[in-house]
């Protein structure tokens, strides 16, 4: 674990060292802000490991943010697509976005699509708000995923005093409509969100995906992470591009779950 994340916080100091252009540090807090009215081209990378059996588990998810206009709101789209290869048996895991139910052999491929809209002023004041709703579809492959259309409500709240960008996301989401054979779903997401610009582009960060699902068994229903780490809003030529690292432990996990994760995100920013 320690390896590959010094490994990535020594290609952050060598790659994009502290130059940036003045407008960049206002430009790093826009980037954070979840309902900022940006498009935006992110893709993460997630290793989970310490599961049961020695398992282990990698997702890519591409997350394209879409802001569009209708009168004093934004409408925020934000899609969420992830690729998933898992090498566990027998255990069913959740990690934010992506659900996993239980599978008996390695596997890879396409997750289970979803789409977050929120609702927000076009003129925000100090506390911005978003509301809306989550919907995810069964695009999965190879069983990496639930066959179960699920939907639900998306609340978002924050504030950015001086260096801080600081607020929270909440949604839950029912199945409605899929195969009965399929088990019902019903899960909670939390994302509390704390970053500190130090200037020059870096902040720290810290952004854990907390999740509950309600249709497991009492005291295997959380997946409780902690941790944080640093990232860097830098420019290749007129480009901006927000680099992030993260490193997460699971202090509170269901059966099987994995012990701790680590997450390298790239985003493309493009300003109007």
């Known amino acids: 674990m320690y390896q590959k ?17 003045a407008s960049d540090e206002d430009l790093a807090k826009k980037s954070q802000n979840p309902v900022g009215n940006m498009v935006s081209l992110p893709l993460e990378y997630w290793h989970h490991d310490g599961m049961a059996q020695d398992g282990s588990a990698d997702a890519l998810i591409l997350k394209p943010v879409y802001p569009v206009g209708i009168g004093s709101v934004t409408l925020i789209n934000r899609f969420i697509l992830p690729y998933v290869g898992i090498d566990v048996t027998g255990v069913s895991q959740s990690w934010g976005n992506i659900e996993i139910p239980p599978i008996s052999s390695k596997g890879s491929g396409l997750g289970n699509f979803s789409y977050q809209g929120f609702l ?10 978003g509301v809306g709703a989550a919907l995810e579809f069964p695009t999965n492959t ?4 639930s066959d179960r259309w699920s939907a639900g409500p998306s609340l978002l709240i924050l504030t950015m005093p001086g ?44 952004t854990p995906i907390m999740t509950a699902d309600w249709e497991q068994a009492s005291g295997n229903q959380w997946t409780v992470p902690v941790g944080g780490g640093l990232g860097k809003l830098t420019r290749f030529g007129k480009q901006p591009v927000d680099f992030k690292l993260q490193a997460f432990s699971n202090i509170e996990k269901p059966e099987g779950g994995a012990d701790w994760s680590m997450m390298f995100a790239v985003k493309f920013l493009f300003p109007k």
């Open 120 to 129: 927000t002023p076009s003129s925000p004041g100090d506390i911005i708000w």
């Open 142 to 145: 190879d069983g990496l995923g």
């Open 5 to 21: 994340i010094l490994l990535c916080i020594g290609l952050l100091l060598i790659f994009f060292p502290g130059h940036c252009f």
């Open 163 to 206: 260096n801080w960008v600081v607020g929270a996301l909440l949604q839950n989401i029912w199945s409605y409509a899929g195969p009965s054979d399929q088990p019902t779903i019903n899960k909670l997401t939390f994302q509390y969100f704390i970053n500190y610009n130090m200037g020059n582009g870096w902040y720290l960060t810290s």
